[in-house]
């Protein structure tokens, strides 16, 4: 069935941020949809943030793009250059190797959800704000190298 | 500006379909996201459909995945098992090689829009109900590989 079936998908709110940066993303819930349909050729996460909830850490991606469509309520959007309010029916891109941190957080007093693409080759990303990278072979690591 | 301004982007109307195969699109409108804001990994399109408008003819890709955001208005998506009303929030998703053709007609009387995202590789497709092909090296030809 091509449309997509949120209640039939696991949804988690796990994430793999060492404390105390995991604090930030405790409202944060995602369902993954491309494994449940078959899709191979990008990523697709539908992501629900509860009030005060941020999307991630603020970060970019050295080998991914990403696409954002906002569906449900409203959140900030946080780059380098300034905030910017992202309601239902906005869209957002980031292509890979930017250095222009991003995240997304709620500031409303009601969830918001949206649906984020991620493609190309994972390569690692780094963290803007705070002392901390993905390194594909390490995971969470220091910006001097050293583990979590 | 990672946020999206649709209205910097050139919206177009155009279609290579042959007739009389070109007449069922007429009322779609869309505009390229990707390129506009350097995203390579994949595809994405703003599509707008005016009242009776398709947009396609019904089809499956041989090596792209696709994935839609209703994000407007709604619209019948029909395939070989039938008929689904997609509406604002809805999503599908087509995995590529899936020989189940499908397409959205608006039969409402607004306009509709919704977000489409298309990764991969380009192999081709098939029209499910006509006799017509896309083929990487000729274009579009009948299903004996003679030209249009």
Same mark, same amino acid.
């Given at each position: 069935?091509?449309?997509? !079936?949120?209640?039939?998908?696991?949804?988690?709110?796990?994430?793999?941020?060492?404390?105390?940066?995991?604090?930030?993303?405790?409202?944060?819930?995602y369902r993954?949809?491309?494994?449940?349909?078959?899709?191979?050729?990008?990523?697709?996460?539908?992501?629900?943030?509860?009030?005060?909830?941020?999307?991630?850490?603020?970060?970019?991606?050295?080998?991914?793009?990403?696409?954002?469509?906002?569906?449900?309520?409203q959140a900030?959007?946080?780059?380098?250059?300034?905030?910017?309010?992202?309601?239902?029916?906005?869209l957002a891109?980031?292509?890979?190797?930017?250095?222009?941190?991003?995240?997304?957080? %709620?500031?409303?007093?009601?969830?918001?959800?949206?649906?984020?693409?991620?493609?190309?080759? %994972?390569?690692?990303?780094?963290?803007?704000?705070? !002392?901390?990278?993905? !390194?594909?072979?390490?995971?969470?690591?220091?910006? !001097?190298?050293?583990?979590?």
């Open positions: 069935m091509p449309k997509v !079936d949120l209640a039939s998908i696991e949804r988690t709110s796990t994430t793999g941020y060492p404390p105390p940066f995991d604090k930030d993303v405790a409202g944060r819930h993954r949809l491309a494994p449940a349909h078959g899709l191979t050729d990008f990523g697709v996460s539908e992501v629900t943030l509860d009030p005060g909830a941020w999307s991630s850490q603020r970060h970019w991606h050295y080998g991914e793009d990403e696409f954002l469509v906002m569906i449900e309520g900030v959007l946080v780059e380098d250059d300034g905030r910017t309010v992202l309601r239902a029916g906005d891109a980031w292509p890979k190797g930017a250095a222009n941190g991003h995240h997304l957080i %709620n500031e409303s007093d009601a969830p918001c959800r949206f649906i984020v693409i991620g493609g190309g080759e %994972n390569k690692g990303g780094c963290y803007s704000d705070i !002392d901390m990278m993905w !390194d594909t072979t390490d995971g969470y690591v220091h910006k !001097d190298g050293t583990p979590y």
